[in-house]
Each structure stands twice: as C-alpha cells, then as structure tokens.
C-alpha cells in the first residue's frame, strides 16, 4: 500500500526556524520530512522574509534548494533567483540573505555547522 502526503504550499504551517537552536529572526519553515535526530536528512519548506539573514554556517553534507518564489543573495554576491536549483557540496561556508523575502524547497543531506562570527 502507498503511503502519501499532498500539501498546498500556501496552506503550510510554518513555524520558527530553530534548525541551530534559537529561531533566527525573519525565517520560518515547514518540515516536510527533515529529521535533524536522524543526521539532519530531508527535505523542508523555508520562507525568509524581507531583510532576512541566515546564520553563517558550514555544509557538512550536500544541501539542495530550488527557489520557488523571491530572490536569495549569497554572501559571495551570486542571486539566487526564482527557478533556479542550488546545490553547496560538503565543506562549502556561507550565508544568505533576502531583500524581499523568498521561498525555498530545501533538500538536506546532513547537518549544518553554525560558524561563529
């Protein structure tokens, strides 16, 4: 028997983005099938609103986004921008940072590292 979920992306629950412990100010995301005691593998909704920052961090597995709605600047400049599909490999350091807010479908292979700043 096949087991499935059908959500409407604008009709998620999104709560505050805690993936580092407290919530980082202007992010909100909907676990989809991200499991961070089980290796932080999987796959969630991320919504940043205008003016948000992620933390600095460090891959310590493959991440992979596709930007649904919105553009996302890395800290290196490159826009990110609607339709584009994104992959940072292990061992890649970064941020991101919005403008006018985006929408990501992130897919999570490992736990990311917060770096201190």
Not at 69 to 87: A, H, R
Request: glycine share 12%.
């Amino acid at each position: 028997m096949t087991k499935r979920l059908v959500n409407k992306i604008h009709n998620l629950k999104f709560e505050p983005f805690d993936n580092y412990g407290a919530a980082v100010k202007g992010m909100s995301w909907h676990k989809i099938s991200y499991n961070k005691k089980k290796g932080g593998y999987g796959t969630y909704i991320l919504k940043m609103d205008p003016g948000a920052k992620s933390l600095p961090h460090e891959h310590q597995g493959y991440e992979e986004f596709f930007v649904i709605d919105g553009e996302l600047e890395d800290s290196d400049g490159k826009v990110f921008k609607k339709g584009d599909f994104v992959t940072f490999e292990p061992g890649s350091i970064h941020y991101s940072h919005t403008k006018n807010g985006c929408l990501l479908i992130v897919f999570m292979r490992g736990i990311n590292k917060p770096i201190k700043q």
